[in-house]
């Protein structure tokens, strides 16, 4: 696949494209998140190869590295696109000067379910990263999945909380997602789904939620990213 770039042409495999896609669609993503989703059957050395090409090409840069775990050390490069890669892909907003740790976790979200589709939970028949919910919301991630074992369908909007954000905007979040509810003409509404990382946050918005309308408690849960396969079995 060849692709012009300042008057040389450069030759990009399938798989590079697909790397670049998948970025753009998340804007930052960790190399561990590229590894897993794109190169699972490959051994390391191809992925750190696959994204060192790309960067001194131009179609990705290293914005830094992710946070590393409590046992501390460095953690995982952080991709988004280069110049060369927002030209190829035609991307127009700017590249961001730091970690998007909110955007790594969707990207994490997104991982567990994949995850969760290979072990043969479940299927995902469609998702997208910011999806508009009219009129006034956007969903961090939206998902369709089959549960092949239950025999069902079911839909979710899915809602990365990284604790930073006050409880007057998750209010106003819901309400949003509920003003799209009255104006749903369809039998059927996805859950709103906020997906946290620790038990503390997830008990402050569980009372945030008890104080909500009846109705809109019932469109809301909350749940920690490690739970949140087991529950969306049991929506």
Do not use: C
């Amino acid at each position: 696949m060849a692709y012009p770039d300042g008057g040389r042409t450069l030759e990009l495999a399938h798989r590079d494209y697909e790397v670049l896609k998948l970025t753009r669609t998340f804007s930052q993503l960790a190399s561990t998140h590229i590894t897993e989703l794109l190169f699972s059957h490959r051994s390391h050395s191809v992925p750190d190869k696959v994204l060192g090409r790309l960067v001194r090409l131009g179609y990705l840069s290293r914005v830094g590295r992710r946070a590393g775990g409590d046992k501390g050390g460095a953690g995982a490069f952080v991709y988004q696109l280069g110049r060369a890669g927002r030209l190829l892909l035609g991307v127009d907003s700017r590249p961001s000067p730091n970690v998007s740790n909110h955007a790594l976790m969707i990207a994490d979200t997104y991982v567990e379910l994949r995850r969760a589709e290979t072990a043969g939970v479940l299927s995902i028949q469609h998702w997208e990263v910011e999806r508009p919910v009219p009129p006034s919301v956007r969903a961090d991630l939206a998902v369709s999945l089959d549960f092949p074992q239950q025999g069902r369908q079911s839909a979710f909007f899915l809602e990365i909380d990284l604790s930073t954000e006050p409880p007057a905007r998750i209010r106003e979040k819901v309400a949003g997602y509920w003003r799209a509810v009255e104006a749903n003409t369809a039998d059927y509404f996805p859950y709103v789904v906020f997906v946290v990382k620790h038990e503390v946050r997830k008990r402050e918005m569980e009372r945030l939620f008890a104080k909500l309308p009846e109705e809109q408690q019932d469109m809301v849960r909350v749940y920690l990213m490690g739970e949140l396969i087991p529950w969306l079995l049991q929506l």
